[in-house]
């Protein structure tokens, strides 16, 4: 049987549609997943961020899409080196490794809300205390991974923590009815092209916001929004959709 579904709803009540910058507004400060990167899409109209959460071999959360680096033209995983390390080896770079606490500051001081990604197994307790640590308000808050096994584990610690139901564009036969009548999340996170109008307006009547990625062409950014009607796109250009008219 499904779980009842949490209602996600931003503290803003004159927000009734995210504009999400994917890693920040890695298409005018790229690499995107920095702290510079974030701020520049709150400055351009961002008014949530989303971010790929991982961690360092010394459990310390941070915000990279990618579990390796390279270093010295080596891939190195994440997890073979402590923060601080990481740190040294990164600060001369176009992108220093960033921790998630800087992306809740941002999100905390602009007023914003935060999508949190999960891009590994195993970080769900340390991801939870993180969040009620952060100072955002947890109605600003949503978790979102593809990983049930993750989403039930958050659940037990927290259940207050909004979670996100995942689905990448490979995954389009997973989407029928039952699908959509058993999901038991506050919110999906999918590709766009699993979704349509027929979709969405099923979700919407399960009480379900549906955001959708990676939306960067004009044209499919006012289809989602104009006619699928979708609550939110994520995106490598916040400024564009910022600036569609409505």
């Known amino acids: 049987m499904a779980l009842p579904v949490t209602t996600f709803k931003m503290?803003?009540?004159?927000?009734?549609?995210?504009?999400?910058?994917?890693?920040?507004?890695?298409?005018?400060v790229p690499p995107g997943g920095t702290v510079a990167s974030l701020r520049k899409a709150v400055e351009v109209g961002a008014n949530m961020l989303?971010?790929?959460?991982?961690?360092?071999?010394?459990?310390?959360?941070?915000?990279?899409?990618?579990?390796?680096?390279?270093?010295?033209?080596?891939?190195?995983?994440?997890?073979?080196h402590p923060f601080a390390e990481w740190q040294r080896k990164t600060a001369e770079t176009d992108s220093p490794i960033t921790r998630l606490d800087e992306a809740f500051a941002i999100a905390v001081g602009?007023?914003?809300?935060?999508?949190?990604?999960?891009?590994?197994?195993?970080?769900?307790?340390?991801?939870?205390?993180?969040i009620r640590?952060?100072?955002?308000?947890?109605?600003?808050?949503?978790?979102?991974?593809?990983?049930?096994?993750?989403?039930?584990?958050?659940?037990?610690?927290?259940?207050?923590?909004?979670?996100?139901?995942?689905?990448?564009?490979?995954?389009?036969?997973?989407?029928?009815?039952?699908?959509?009548g058993e999901i038991d999340?506050?919110?999906?996170?999918?590709?766009?092209?699993?979704?349509?109008?027929a979709v969405v307006k099923v979700l919407h009547a399960r009480d379900i916001k549906v955001y959708v990625w990676p939306v960067d062409l004009s044209e499919d950014m006012r289809r989602m929004r104009d006619t699928c009607g979708v609550d939110g796109i994520i995106t490598n250009f916040p400024d564009v959709l910022a600036g569609l008219p409505r």
């Open 11 to 28: 503290s803003s009540s004159s927000i009734s549609f995210h504009r999400v910058g994917y890693r920040g507004a890695p298409a005018l």
């Open 50 to 80: 989303m971010v790929d959460v991982r961690r360092t071999r010394d459990d310390i959360l941070i915000i990279d899409r990618d579990a390796v680096r390279m270093v010295d033209d080596h891939e190195v995983p994440l997890r073979h």
């Open 110 to 130: 602009a007023k914003v809300g935060l999508i949190l990604d999960v891009r590994e197994p195993g970080i769900e307790a340390l991801l939870a205390r993180a």
């Open 133 to 180: 640590q952060s100072g955002l308000g947890l109605e600003n808050v949503l978790v979102a991974t593809s990983d049930e096994t993750s989403r039930t584990i958050i659940r037990g610690l927290d259940p207050r923590i909004r979670l996100s139901h995942t689905l990448k564009a490979e995954d389009a036969a997973k989407v029928n009815a039952k699908l959509l």
């Open 185 to 197: 999340t506050a919110a999906v996170t999918w590709h766009h092209r699993l979704v349509s109008p």
